[in-house]
């Protein structure tokens, strides 16, 4: 089954401890994006993978860190986590970053990420 | 950053009612996507628009990419309860294929 997986969908964690989200595609797409959630926000890009070794900031990517050295795995890295980075985070994949006809992202179902 | 201005935010409705809900920009796109996401999942796609003035349906869904590619709209006719959910456009800029995204408009249906 074609899906994008994200581990853990829950997390509550404390101010400063490292934390990795991991995100994985089964699709062989080339195309992976971190996106954060927030309430009458809508979905914000954080940062995005064009292909392997290829990552480049979105519109929020202050206090993050993404790392795409397969092309399946994306992780997204908070090194020292705050409590405004508590949100709704989602990981999507697409066959290119062109969003061409027949081609669209795929979204992970979401982890719940709670700083205190 | 570049916004997408979606309307309305959230919607009350009656069951078998029709929504309307639009995005506008004052920048140009060259994809219009609709999502719907429920709760505790991610979004899905529903509609894609590629071309302005393209109309597509989907079921009891129908999208417009404006013609001026600012701005379209997403229709849903005779709502049923499993249309609840947050609805979002986004938009792909035609100057560097950026995507951008609306807020979001949050469905809810009246029993």
């Known amino acids: 089954e074609a899906q994008v997986t994200q581990n853990p969908r829950y997390l509550i964690t404390v101010t400063g401890k490292k934390l990795t989200v991991t995100c994985s595609q089964n699709?062989?797409?080339?195309?992976m994006s971190w996106y954060r959630q927030d309430p009458g926000l809508g979905l914000r890009q954080i940062y995005y993978?064009?292909?392997?070794?290829?990552?480049d900031k979105g519109d929020v990517p202050e206090g993050y860190k993404v790392s795409r050295k397969e092309k399946r795995n994306f992780p997204l890295i908070l090194e020292s986590p705050s409590p405004n980075q508590t949100s709704l985070y989602f990981c999507?994949?697409?066959?290119?970053?062109?969003?061409?006809?027949?081609?669209?992202?795929?979204f992970g179902p979401g982890t719940r990420l709670t700083v205190l | 950053g570049q916004q997408l201005n979606q309307s309305p935010q959230s919607m009350f409705i009656q069951e078998g009612e029709d929504v309307s809900m639009n995005c506008t920009s004052s920048s140009i796109f060259n994809t219009w996507l609709w999502y719907k996401q429920d709760p505790g999942e991610g979004p899905v796609l529903l509609i894609a628009l590629y071309k302005a003035g393209e109309l597509t349906s989907n079921g009891r869904l129908t999208a417009q990419f404006g013609i001026t590619r600012k701005d379209s709209f997403l229709n849903i006719s005779a709502s049923i309860p499993s249309d609840v959910g947050i609805y979002f456009c986004?938009?792909?800029?035609?100057?560097?294929?950026?995507?951008?995204w609306g807020a979001g408009t949050k469905l809810i249906i009246k029993p």
């Open positions: 993978s064009m292909n392997v070794e290829a990552t």
């Open positions: 999507a994949s697409s066959l290119s970053w062109v969003a061409g006809a027949g081609d669209t992202q795929y």
């Open positions: 986004a938009g792909q800029l035609s100057s560097n294929y950026q995507l951008i």
């Open positions: 699709m062989n797409h080339e195309y």
